[in-house]
């Protein structure tokens, strides 16, 4: 999150009725206060002015000078709450969507990989190649920026599933994993190894078991 900076619009205006603003590096300073106390009384007095010109509207007796007088001082109290809301407005913190996806992406991918790690470590038969077990912080990038596409790939999947994924069998959880991942490789080479871009059922037993895992963890995550 990001707090905006810059130039606070002041609930008054000059003599010759141009809005003021105020350069201040604290919330807290003088004119600040006082800009607060400003805006909280304009609120206060045109919630006050709504109660009387709803009691006004009310009395079939009410003459035009009087309705008159009502508008002029409603289009005052308008005036003021909507200034008050643009000054407040551009207060208001910041979200940094493209960060915040950015984030959430590479730790979605980080959980990716030690699924997959433990995975390996859970089905494999005997010793796993070293490649196979390579820790988050040694993963080289594409594989990192794969396993960060197919975590958001599935988090979608989920999302649009509205909570239905969970009664899926774990081969099709798996499945899906391998084919988002499959993907990928053909993303990132030009001419991938078979094994890479093998189809569900040519899979050895630990992988499919793995991908599998690797979807219900990111399934956890979701919840």
């Not at 009691?55 to 009502?70: N, P, S």
């Not at 003021?80 to 407040?88: K, N, T």
């Not at 899906?176 to 499959?182: E, H, Q």
Request: charged share 30%.
């Amino acid at each position: 999150m990001n707090t905006m900076t810059g130039l606070r619009l002041l609930p008054w205006s000059d003599p010759e009725g141009r809005p003021c603003y105020l350069a201040s590096d604290s919330d807290d300073s003088p004119l600040n206060r006082r800009a607060d106390q400003i805006e909280a009384l304009q609120l206060s007095m045109g919630l006050e002015l709504l109660g009387h010109a709803q009691a006004l509207l009310g009395d079939h007796k009410a003459d035009t000078r009087e309705l008159r007088f009502l508008a002029n001082r409603l289009c005052e109290a308008l005036r003021d709450a909507l200034r008050v809301a643009e000054s407040r407005g551009r207060r208001l913190p910041v979200h940094d969507e493209d960060g915040d996806r950015a984030r959430d992406r590479t730790e979605g991918a980080r959980l990716f990989r030690e699924a997959w790690i433990a995975g390996v470590r859970r089905y494999f038969p005997g010793e796993p190649k070293p490649g196979y077990v390579t820790p988050w912080e040694e993963t080289p990038e594409w594989e990192r920026v794969a396993a960060g596409a197919v975590y958001e790939q599935v988090r979608q999947f989920l999302e649009v599933s509205e909570g239905h994924a969970g009664r899926l069998t774990r081969e099709q959880k798996g499945r899906f994993v391998a084919t988002c991942w499959t993907a990928q490789m053909y993303r990132n080479f030009e001419d991938p190894k078979p094994g890479y871009v093998a189809d569900w059922p040519d899979l050895p037993g630990w992988q499919q078991e793995t991908d599998a895992d690797i979807f219900e963890a990111i399934e956890k995550d979701a919840d």
